[in-house]
């Protein structure tokens, strides 16, 4: 899935993160993140960004973040497909995975039901890390998340499957 936009805003009557995804394709996702699950995800998010995400690949140069994503730009929901459904699916789970690149697959989803997947280069988990940062804030939830432990480096076998955080 090719990303053109992302939104993450506070639902205060779900007392919820709203994560709305625009692909290129012209579909959207919506997913719902409570407190407890960026409680568990937001350390993993970090370490990614600041050790995998970080790497130099051999004989590559890292680019700067594209000037062309801002804040300002209101999200487009022009025409939008909505693959999932139109209900945003609660997430329940989730998985970070780093794959080559450098990049990560993120998949959030629902027990055993509706998932979503998308691949993060260094750029694209800033700028997600930046929204959560700013609406964690607005929804006033005394989630303090500089504090939050990060989680240990372990570097599995390629066998072993990244553990999922309910």
Not at 3 to 25: E, G, K, M
Not at 97 to 110: D, F, T
Not at 141 to 159: F, G, N
Request: charge should be negative; include cysteine.
């Amino acid at each position: 899935m090719q990303i053109q936009q992302l939104q993450v805003a506070y639902d205060a009557r779900a007392d919820r993160l709203l994560l709305r995804i625009a692909t290129a394709q012209r579909e959207e996702i919506g997913v719902l993140l409570t407190r407890r699950l960026l409680k568990a995800l937001w350390p993993g998010l970090q370490r990614m960004l600041n050790s995998h995400l970080s790497r130099k690949m051999p004989g590559t140069r890292m680019a700067e973040a594209d000037a062309s994503g801002t804040f300002k730009a209101p999200f487009d929901e022009t025409d939008l497909a909505h693959p999932l459904g139109t209900e945003p699916l609660l997430a329940t789970e989730s998985r970070l995975e780093p794959l080559a690149g450098p990049l990560c697959r993120i998949m959030l989803g629902e027990t055993r039901a509706r998932q979503v997947s998308f691949d993060c280069d260094k750029a694209l988990m800033q700028a997600l890390c930046a929204m959560i940062r700013g609406t964690v804030a607005k929804a006033d939830w005394d989630l303090h998340l500089d504090d939050l432990p990060l989680p240990e480096v372990v570097t599995p076998a390629p066998t072993d499957i990244p553990p999922t955080v309910h």
